[in-house]
């Protein structure tokens, strides 16, 4: 009897449990409502709501509210935990903008995450930079620079040219390479006029509060990649490891897809690896989390450019579904209330890549289909976030409205699998018609 009682028990816990998802996107929430039912409850911006397309959680799923105020929110999360006879069971978040409310208010609520000085340190690019540098981990020189006549100064001293870029942001927007005075007086012009224009968005807005206008830093040669970890009780748990695909006709730091697996460089020690980014995410303040890392291997050296708390984004989630029957959110809930999880390593990938599919000019959207592709068997899935009628703007006024989508596609193991995506994806057809 008393058996039974103590089942029950366990059951209404399950039932009432959540992992508190702070200020994530609906394509996001809509996932993990499906593929975690009853796991999670959402913090959401108003306009996020307002905007979606998915259909929306249930009252008792979802807190409506501006991600501004971490006393007034944490406020409202008690009176909905009431309201609903919820319990909070673990923190996560998977936009680096949401990422210091996340920090906010995991502590008062007895939850674990990364606290505030570690959300910023990985923010804060230049931070970032120094605390590596001085702990002798492998990132880029850099300086921050008011002027262009600062950046010319440090171009002087770099081989191989800077790149220059907003103190805090994130992928490519407002990022620009320079090997010339012309190139970096063009890049310092429309970075000031970008970041100004932006200065009230929740992913640009410290760039005003950081005391510099921006960053250069040395460019870095090599092949890039993009990897996920789990750091936990002093180990690192590599969870995988992407190799990105870069154009040389879109703008500087644009990605075209991610190509899965992919294996270290053949001098580059594992273990060695493992230790690095086990130190270089102690050293920022990260003791347990699941981090992403950017990273450049330059001679068979790896240099780490970024790092921030969070599982990447983009079209990872469905690209590591699809070649590996991992749920890359999921997992994330599980982390977050420390349950076990269990990953098969970065080598364990069906072969495949995911490609972003960007418009080719700024106009109104016409039409997106994929008839064309007919019965194509390499293509998994096919996602588009744009609908007739929607407006591009190209970069480098506007980096968000031109990403259209993307694929998900296996590779036939042939010597050029890049080469092989990219003439699948040019049987889409995009037609988008001149604004006049």
Same mark, same amino acid.
């Given at each position: 009897?008393e058996?039974?009682?103590?089942?029950?028990?366990?059951?209404?816990?399950?039932k009432?449990?959540?992992?508190?998802?702070?200020?994530?996107?609906?394509?996001?929430?809509?996932?993990?409502r499906?593929?975690?039912?009853n796991r999670?409850?959402?913090?959401?911006?108003?306009?996020?709501?307002?905007?979606?397309e998915?259909?929306?959680?249930?009252?008792?799923?979802?807190?409506?509210?501006?991600?501004d105020?971490?006393?007034?929110?944490?406020?409202?999360?008690?009176?909905?935990?009431?309201?609903?006879?919820?319990?909070l069971?673990?923190?996560a978040?998977?936009?680096?903008?949401?990422?210091?409310?996340?920090?906010?208010l995991?502590?008062?609520?007895?939850?674990d995450?990364?606290?505030?000085?570690?959300?910023?340190?990985?923010?804060?690019?230049f931070?970032?930079?120094?605390?590596w540098?001085?702990?002798h981990i492998?990132?880029?020189?850099s300086?921050?620079?008011?002027?262009?006549a600062?950046?010319?100064?440090f171009?002087?001293?770099t081989?191989?040219?800077?790149?220059?870029?907003?103190?805090?942001?994130?992928?490519?927007?407002?990022?620009?390479?320079?090997?010339?005075?012309?190139e970096?007086?063009?890049?310092?012009?429309?970075?000031?006029a970008?970041l100004?224009?932006?200065?009230s968005?929740?992913?640009?807005?410290?760039n005003?509060?950081?005391g510099?206008?921006?960053?250069?830093?040395?460019? $870095?040669?090599?092949?890039?990649?993009?990897? &996920?970890?789990?750091?936990? +009780?002093g180990?690192?748990? /590599? =969870?995988? *490891? @992407?190799r990105?695909?870069?154009?040389?006709?879109?703008?500087?730091g644009?990605?075209?897809?991610?190509?899965?697996p992919a294996?270290?460089?053949?001098?580059?020690?594992?273990?060695?690896?493992e230790?690095m980014?086990?130190?270089?995410?102690?050293?920022?303040? $990260?003791?347990?989390?699941?981090?992403?890392? &950017?990273l450049?291997?330059? +001679?068979?050296?790896p240099? /780490? =450019?970024? *790092? @921030?708390?969070?599982?990447g984004?983009?079209?990872?989630?469905?690209l590591?579904?699809?070649?590996?029957?991992?749920d890359?959110?999921?997992?994330?809930?599980?982390f977050?209330?420390?349950k076990?999880?269990?990953?098969?390593?970065?080598a364990?990938f069906?072969p495949?890549?995911g490609?972003?599919?960007?418009a080719?000019?700024?106009g109104?959207?016409?039409?997106l289909?994929?008839?064309?592709?007919?019965?194509?068997?390499?293509?998994k899935?096919?996602?588009?976030?744009?609908?007739?009628g929607?407006?591009?703007?190209?970069?480098?006024?506007?980096?968000?409205?031109?990403?259209?989508?993307h694929?998900?596609?296996?590779?036939?193991?042939?010597?050029?699998p890049?080469?092989?995506?990219?003439?699948?994806?040019?049987?889409?057809?995009?037609?988008?018609?001149?604004?006049?």
């Open positions: 009897m058996e039974h009682a103590f089942m029950n028990q366990e059951l209404s816990a399950l009432t449990a959540r992992v508190l998802v702070v200020g994530t996107t609906s394509d996001y929430i809509d996932w993990i499906k593929a975690c039912p999670a409850l959402f913090l959401t911006d108003p306009g996020i709501r307002r905007l979606a998915e259909a929306g959680p249930g009252p008792e799923e979802e807190i409506l509210t501006l991600l105020d971490p006393v007034r929110i944490r406020a409202e999360i008690d009176r909905h935990l009431e309201k609903w006879g919820l319990t069971t673990g923190v978040c998977f936009d680096c903008e949401s990422m210091e409310l996340a920090a906010a995991a502590p008062g609520m007895g939850l995450y990364p606290d505030i000085r570690a959300i910023r340190n990985c923010r804060d690019k931070v970032c930079k120094q605390i540098q001085e702990h492998p990132c880029p020189g300086v921050p620079v008011d002027s262009v600062d950046v010319l100064d171009l002087s001293q081989r191989t040219g800077l790149v220059l870029k907003p103190m805090f942001g994130s992928g490519s927007e407002l990022v620009f390479r320079c090997t010339t005075k012309k970096c007086e063009q890049a310092f012009k429309i970075i000031k970008g100004s224009q932006r200065s968005t929740p992913l640009f807005k410290d005003a509060l950081c510099h206008l921006m960053l250069a830093e040395e460019m $870095i040669e090599g092949p890039e990649f993009s990897c &996920d970890f789990m750091v936990e +009780d180990t690192v748990t /590599l =969870i995988r *490891m @992407t990105k695909i870069k154009p040389v006709n879109r703008p500087f644009t990605i075209l897809g991610y190509v899965i294996a270290l460089p053949p001098r580059v020690d594992g273990p060695e690896f230790r980014l086990l130190k270089s995410a102690a050293v920022l303040g $990260i003791h347990r989390g699941i981090c992403m890392v &950017d450049i291997f330059r +001679d068979n050296e240099v /780490l =450019i970024e *790092m @921030t708390p969070r599982p984004g983009d079209c990872l989630p469905s590591l579904l699809e070649a590996g029957d991992l890359i959110l999921k997992l994330a809930l599980d977050a209330e420390k076990p999880v269990c990953v098969n390593g970065p364990c069906r495949h890549i490609v972003r599919i960007h080719h000019k700024s109104r959207l016409q039409r289909s994929t008839q064309s592709l007919g019965d194509e068997v390499r293509v899935k096919t996602r588009f976030i744009r609908k007739p929607h407006i591009i703007t190209m970069p480098p006024e506007d980096y968000d409205s031109w990403l259209l989508g694929m998900i596609i296996q590779t036939n193991g042939t010597k050029y890049e080469t092989q995506c990219l003439l699948i994806t040019k049987r889409l057809v995009v037609e988008i018609e001149d604004r006049v």
